[in-house]
């Protein structure tokens, strides 16, 4: 079982650089989200997903950029790396619901130089 | 809006021994789930123990269990029988309503020594 998959495990970017981190799951999950963390904070919501065609902003979205044409992809965008954006991204997954299990992919380094 | 604070930013057990984390939270909302989620240095996000605000019974599962105090707002987690591969950054987390979206504490380190 795939899970959650992240790409890539570890990017360098420069300044101003942009990229794509690559999410995907094969569980059929609606519910996909994007989080950060960073040292001495817990992980931070950046956006999230309820289903195809729907995406909505969670605590820290300034920066990034996200959509979702498919069930299964969940791709996080950023337009113009800055150094505040080095950090280790987080992929999640569930079905919606109350309680329901949320599955992590294994992270994603970024670092901004 | 939701906060959850954890307020020991690490801790040590000896092998074998008993510890207990702190999770404190707030929120005005009637249901939802609180989760202690361990993180060992791969960074893995692993779930350990899950609670549902609706029941009483505290959860376990094999050593770990919670300490639920929902009128406290209230939320420990105690490992029993400490062992070497439970030290790991520890993570209290809080979701309601349908669309999975957790609030994390700031984590604690947990060290184990022989």
């Known amino acids: 079982n795939a899970g959650v998959t992240q790409t890539p495990k570890f990017q360098v970017l420069k300044t101003g650089q942009s990229m794509t981190l690559q999410c995907a799951q094969d569980?059929?999950?609606?519910?996909m989200s994007w989080y950060r963390q960073d040292p001495g904070m817990g992980l931070r919501l950046i956006h999230y997903s309820v289903g195809a065609g729907i995406t909505d902003q969670g605590e820290v979205p300034n920066g990034y950029n996200v959509s979702r044409s498919t069930t299964e992809d969940f791709p996080l965008r950023l337009l113009s790396a800055a150094p505040s954006q080095t950090s280790v991204y987080f992929c999640?997954?569930?079905?919606?619901?109350?309680?329901?299990?949320?599955?992590f992919g294994e992270g994603s380094w970024l670092t901004v130089v | 809006a939701q906060t959850v604070t954890q307020s020991q930013p690490e801790m040590s057990v000896q092998e074998a021994e008993t510890v207990t984390l702190s999770c404190t939270y707030d929120?005005?909302?009637?249901?939802?789930?609180l989760f202690w989620y361990k993180q060992p240095p791969s960074r893995q996000m692993i779930l350990v123990i899950r609670q549902e605000a609706y029941k009483q019974q505290n959860a376990t599962e094999n050593r770990f269990s919670v300490n639920f105090q929902k009128a406290a707002k209230s939320f420990s987690l105690k490992i029993s029988d400490s062992q070497l591969g439970d030290a790991a950054m520890y993570f209290c987390?809080?979701?309601?309503?349908?669309?999975?979206?957790?609030?994390f504490g700031t984590g604690t380190r947990l060290q184990v020594t022989l």
């Open positions: 929120t005005s909302e009637s249901d939802y789930y």
């Open positions: 569980m059929n999950h609606e519910y």
């Open positions: 999640a997954s569930s079905f919606t619901g109350l309680g329901n299990t949320i599955y």
């Open positions: 987390a809080y979701t309601s309503g349908t669309a999975s979206k957790l609030t």
